[in-house]
């Protein structure tokens, strides 16, 4: 009785909230410190956004956004604000005397409850990230939306702090100490989204032992599920147990992992499986047979001649030892350690 109860409650709070955002969506009128906002609104889990573009211009926000990994930079009078579309993570670094060590700006990263949005090209911010992280005052009635913000023109703010911590070239004092600071989160937000919708695109996932070091408990191609998961980290889960793994960076996480079973290849025999499983190669191994089993080589040549051409595939198995594998036609003719 208390299961259904329950589902009943939380039926009614789930139709609640997708009335009161159509209701949003159709009826609400968005003002910016009393000046009518005229960019459409949106609704998306079950909140509303604006155009980011479109709210920031309007509030007199100076934003930029990266073109080559699409992350978006604010600058306000006392912080600086590093975030990108499709994800809720916003990294914020105060810059503030008290926020400053050893010649750097402290960094904090917090998530929202929901992620900014790409709709149609155009990139959307909840508005509830006014509030948590402009210092807005959001004000909803029955028909208006009504944000009230601060001045976010920094003006002469970062000049002063500049010399307050004793820097007599500016120009270091933003480029260097602010600026490749961000330069940075903004490389590592990259790589924290890049690895969210990873995890998000595979639920399941087989272990490459070849281009990782999962340790002995782990087998090659052993299959996994994703439990949870924070930007490079993920905690795993199978007949073993629980286990969480880190990534220094989005490549090596790719590599770390099959995300398919290639032993349910109907075509491969049973000892090739087993060599697989075994990390080992032999003749006569197509292409696929071999990165399955032994991952991703070092380095790839091809060599042409009047018998034909050969494939070679380098191994680095330590810093002077190296195996060589040679295909012709697609399959394996020798092996060289």
Do not use: C
């Not at 029955?142 to 703010?157: E, L, M, P, R």
Request: no cysteine.
């Amino acid at each position: 009785m208390s299961i259904i109860i329950i589902f009943f409650l939380l039926l009614v709070t789930f139709n609640t909230l997708n009335v009161f955002a159509e209701d949003v969506e159709l009826n609400y009128q968005l003002f910016i410190n009393g000046e009518s906002f005229e960019s459409e609104l949106i609704v998306d889990n079950n909140a509303v956004y604006a155009p980011l573009w479109g709210i920031m211009s309007k509030l007199g926000v100076s934003m930029d956004q990266d073109e080559y990994n699409k992350t978006f930079r604010i600058n306000l009078p006392d912080k600086v604000l590093t975030f990108i579309s499709d994800s809720n993570i916003v990294y914020q670094m105060d810059i503030t005397a008290s926020n400053y060590n050893k010649y750097k700006f402290g960094v904090n990263s917090t998530r929202m409850e929901v992620p900014f949005i790409t709709k149609n090209d155009v990139v959307y911010t909840p508005l509830v990230f006014l509030s948590q992280y402009l210092d807005a005052i959001v004000l909803w009635n029955d028909q208006t939306i009504n944000v009230s913000a601060n001045d976010y023109d920094i003006g002469d703010k970062w000049t002063k702090l500049g010399y307050e911590l004793g820097y007599s070239d500016l120009s270091y004092f933003w480029g260097r100490v602010i600026g490749s600071e961000v330069d940075k989160i903004r490389d590592k937000l990259e790589e924290e989204a890049n690895a969210e919708n990873y995890w998000i695109e595979h639920s399941t996932l087989y272990l490459n032992k070849s281009d990782h070091s999962w340790g002995s408990s782990h087998d090659q191609l052993e299959e996994v599920i994703i439990i949870a998961y924070d930007g490079l980290s993920v905690t795993l889960s199978n007949s073993k147990g629980q286990f969480t793994e880190t990534f220094a960076d989005f490549t090596k996480l790719r590599l770390a992992f099959f995300t398919e079973d290639p032993l349910s290849n109907p075509g491969w025999s049973n000892t090739i499986k087993q060599q697989i499983r075994n990390r080992e190669i032999s003749i006569g191994m197509n292409e696929d047979m071999v990165w399955y089993s032994w991952g991703t080589p070092y380095e790839k040549k091809s060599y042409s001649s009047n018998y034909g051409s050969t494939v070679q595939w380098i191994y680095k198995k330590s810093t002077y030892s190296f195996s060589f594998v040679y295909f012709k036609n697609g399959k394996v003719t020798s092996i060289q350690n």
